[in-house]
């Protein structure tokens, strides 16, 4: 894996991490409602594994096709894939939907899998796992013999890394919010990342078209 | 267009939404009282700076009659911040506005032109009761995943059970019934919610054969108007409790809620005891102020009826010799502090420090129009009035209090045979007092002969928006 597609991993880690909508609101307002900081601190994790298990799902998914699959077959289905999700986030109104505040960790972190989910969490790593070498290349970075066993090691790998920076991301905005900034911040500096992030994958997308 | 930032009129907390700018223009529900003509929404200008202040300054006409124009919601609120599902780049832009009589409904584009609203789109009754079994709706609420809209009576040949439906948020389709399980509740009026909590309240009037030509004194008499209150799981759609006020406390009638989502209670107005006409205040709570289990309901305020000569009241309660106060609306500072209250039959608003829901203290009373009185606006002190102050709406700030004259078309005609006319009034509200605001009084002809219903205020107001934020 090259420094770049690591830096890459953890950009895309913290890009999630900063999104009110992925969570970390989530949990300053369960914080609020029972004017407990611990509150907010025990959301963070479910919130996080909620995540992870949704970009782990397409890492490994990816890591295995591409263990199995050429290449370039990878890349110009995924690229579609990507360009295809990115224009349908930019273009329908729908937004997720979800009813209830009051959940347990658990129920939060399916919460966060589903969020995760709709939003493509995990397809910006078509890009990163294709620029990094073959799901081989990655294994041998970390010891690992045959195909299945380095693939699963890299999904894990990726998701790991992502995961962490997301997760310290969210909680360092987190606790600044609750505890500094307040909630007023929200009118002045929720800027619609979710139009970002569509644009990216449509980027994104494109550039694995165009670099097959 | 989606915004790159949160539509402006969007707060977090009820903390921030007291910040809130003043209105510059309030939107108005009128309708035509003959039927014959279109209803319309009217748009008043609220800036005490302009030159055309308290006056029609817009006219949206509807492309049918007999809509009966009543209650009115937002298609997008602060509710859209609330952390389960975001979606703040939204625009707070269209007026939700059903027609009470007909079930047809319109959403109004106030962005555009904001004194020229444009109606964007047309709801046929047809649809409503298709995909909702419901008719007659009545209550809109932006809720985080869609539109919650109230509705009184059944669909397809039945008058009841009254229900909510629930729209989409973004097209304006009706996607369905919103109750899984229902339970015992059969009559509806209005609902809202505890957000943060994952409860709505829905409380009951009558099904439209117990109301739409007029109250029936029989069925008033054998207790059989609405007199309970219900709590439902928001999140399964499931019927919790029922609380019964009790049988002689006849049409429990609108939901106002704490702002702050951290608290748990409410109030509820009950517009008359058979027992001796009086009309209450009701705060529901957790019992023995816990957190979770049972819900009930505390009568916090109780207004007497004043009596009166059989020769001055209108057939529907000469018998009586007294004059009812029949308190219709209630409404809420968004701060949690004040909560005014119409008292539709003598003629009266009153306010109440609610600090302490458990014990109001009566902090200001102002008296205009009334079945017996007739008080004239101070504007007009020769001009005798009809109606009462009926729906109340309260600006973000709690600075300003806008109140309308017309309950119901047939209920008007009822209680005010000689003419219930049309007024609006304004009045300012601080820590010392309230009274009237001598420059904002459209009356009459202002409204060209229609009556005037309820009032939303440009980019929301004390009963339009909810907050997932303490």
Request: hydrophobic fraction near 30%; charge should be negative.
């Given at each position: 894996m090259t420094d770049g597609s690591l830096a890459a991993l953890v950009a895309l880690g913290a890009f999630h991490g900063l999104n009110?909508?992925?969570g970390w609101l989530f949990a300053v307002a369960r914080g609020l409602q029972e004017r407990s900081r611990t509150r907010v601190l025990e959301a963070l994790p479910a919130i996080a594994a909620g995540h992870a298990a949704s970009v782990g799902a397409v890492a490994l998914l990816l890591t295995l096709t591409r263990s199995v699959v050429a290449a370039q077959a990878v890349a110009v289905v995924g690229g579609v894939a990507l360009v295809a999700f990115g224009l349908w986030r930019l273009l329908s109104k729908r937004h997720f939907r979800w009813v209830g505040m009051r959940l347990s960790l658990r129920q939060l972190a399916g919460w966060s899998f589903l969020m995760s989910s709709a939003h493509g969490a995990?397809?910006?790593l078509l890009p990163v796992i294709t620029a990094s070498g073959s799901a081989q290349g990655l294994a041998h970075a970390h010891g690992l013999g045959h195909a299945a066993g380095s693939a699963v090691s890299a999904a894990v790998f990726v998701t790991g890394v992502h995961t962490l920076a997301m997760f310290v991301t969210a909680g360092v905005i987190a606790l600044l919010v609750y505890?500094?900034?307040?909630?007023?911040?929200l009118r002045r500096a929720w800027l619609d990342l979710d139009r970002v992030w569509a644009v990216a994958l449509v980027g994104a997308g494109a550039f694995a078209l165009a670099t097959v | 267009m989606p915004l790159w930032k949160p539509d402006p009129t969007f707060y977090a907390s009820p903390r921030d939404a007291v910040s809130a700018p003043p209105e510059k223009l309030a939107y108005v529900a009128a309708f035509d009282p003959t039927s014959q003509g279109p209803d319309a929404v009217l748009v008043l200008d609220?800036?005490?700076?302009?030159?055309?202040?308290?006056?029609?300054v817009g006219r949206t006409e509807l492309?049918?009659?007999?809509?009966e124009l009543h209650h009115m919601g937002w298609?997008?609120?602060?509710?859209?911040?609330?952390?389960?599902?975001?979606?703040?780049?939204?625009?707070?832009?269209?007026l939700v506005v059903?027609?009470?009589?007909?079930s047809r409904m319109y959403f109004v584009d106030v962005k555009k032109n904001p004194t020229s609203p444009e109606i964007a789109k047309i709801l046929e009754p047809d649809e409503l009761s298709k995909r909702a079994?419901?008719?007659?709706p009545h209550t809109v609420h932006c809720g985080p995943e869609g539109l919650y809209v109230a509705s009184l009576g059944g669909a397809n040949g039945h008058d009841g059970p009254g229900g909510i439906a629930l729209l989409?948020?973004?097209?304006?389709?009706v996607l369905g019934r919103w109750e899984v399980d229902r339970g015992p509740q059969h009559l509806a009026y209005d609902a809202w919610w505890h957000i943060a909590h994952d409860v709505l309240v829905t409380s009951e009037w009558g099904t439209p054969s117990m109301i739409e030509d007029g109250v029936v004194g029989e069925l008033l008499l054998g207790r059989r108007y609405g007199h309970a209150i219900h709590f439902w799981?928001?999140?399964?759609?499931r019927h919790v409790q029922r609380v019964d006020?009790?049988?002689?406390?006849q049409m429990a009638l609108e939901l106002r809620p704490?702002?702050?989502?951290?608290k748990q209670y409410g109030f509820v107005n009950v517009?008359?005891?058979?027992?001796?006409?009086s009309s209450s205040i009701w705060v529901w709570h957790r019992e023995n102020g816990a957190k979770d289990g049972p819900w009930t309901a505390t009568k916090v305020i109780t207004i007497p009826a004043e009596p009166a000569p059989e020769?001055?009241?209108?057939?529907?309660?000469?018998?009586?010799?007294a004059v009812p106060p029949l308190v219709t609306d209630i409404d809420l500072s968004v701060d949690d502090r004040w909560l005014y209250v119409s008292c539709w039959g003598t003629g009266e608003l009153k306010r109440y420090d609610v600090s302490d829901p458990f014990h109001p203290v009566e902090a200001g009373s102002v008296r205009i129009g009334?079945?017996?009185?007739?008080t004239p606006h101070p504007s007009a002190p020769d001009v005798p009035l009809s109606?009462?102050?009926?729906m109340v709406e309260v600006s973000r700030d709690g600075r300003r209090v806008y109140v309308t004259n017309s309950l119901y078309r047939s209920w008007d005609d009822q209680f005010y045979p000689d003419g219930v006319g049309a007024w609006m009034a304004k009045l300012d509200s601080s820590e010392a007092g309230f009274g009237f605001d001598p420059r904002f009084f459209p009356n009459g002809d202002d409204f060209g002969g229609l009556r005037v219903h309820q009032t939303r205020l440009q980019g929301g107001d004390a009963s339009s928006d909810s907050y997932c934020y303490p």
């Open positions: 009110p909508a992925m995990g397809l910006m505890d500094v900034l307040g909630l007023t911040v | 609220a800036d005490p700076d302009s030159a055309a202040y308290g006056s029609v492309p049918n009659t007999g809509d298609n997008a609120c602060s509710s859209a911040l609330c952390p389960y599902a975001p979606h703040p780049h939204v625009e707070r832009r269209y059903p027609g009470l009589r007909s079994g419901y008719s007659r989409d948020h973004d097209s304006f389709e799981d928001m999140r399964k759609r006020l009790g049988d002689q406390h704490a702002h702050d989502p951290t517009v008359v005891s058979v027992e001796d006409l020769s001055a009241l209108p057939p529907v309660i000469q018998p009586f010799g009334g079945i017996v009185n007739r109606g009462g102050p009926q």
